[in-house]
């Protein structure tokens, strides 16, 4: 059984920092892509970012030169690092992976940007 994992939501002032972490368990024989998205209270879910094996990273113009996603192939986790916070970056963050050709998410993890 394929798990992910998620860490490292919270609450965070207007211009702060913060990472998140997604761990992959379970018996994988390949993981590719992974990623972030992200759902606000009456929005649809949305892509934050993605990563491929290969390292090619994609991100949504409105996190771009803010957000950076990365990942530690043998630990099997994904990280986004995310900078310069703003309060419409307030969301449920869902960390996924395509692990052994299916797409798996996380629990997701509250995100809350506020003075």
């Known amino acids: 059984q394929v798990q992910l994992v998620e860490s490292g939501g919270g609450l965070v002032q207007p211009g702060g920092s913060l990472r998140l972490s997604c761990a992959v368990s379970g018996r994988i024989f390949s993981i590719n892509p992974m990623g972030w998205y992200r759902q606000a209270p009456g929005s649809q879910r949305e892509l934050v970012a993605s990563?491929?094996?290969?390292?090619?990273?994609n991100y949504a113009d409105s996190v771009k030169g803010r957000f950076t996603i990365s990942k530690d192939n043998a630990k099997n986790t994904v990280y986004i690092e995310m900078n310069s916070l703003k309060p419409e970056d307030t969301a449920v963050y869902y960390c996924?992976?395509?692990?052994?050709?299916?797409?798996?998410w996380g629990q997701g993890t509250q995100v809350t940007v506020s003075s």
């Open positions: 990563i491929t094996s290969d390292g090619s990273t």
């Open positions: 996924y992976a395509y692990v052994n050709y299916r797409n798996y």
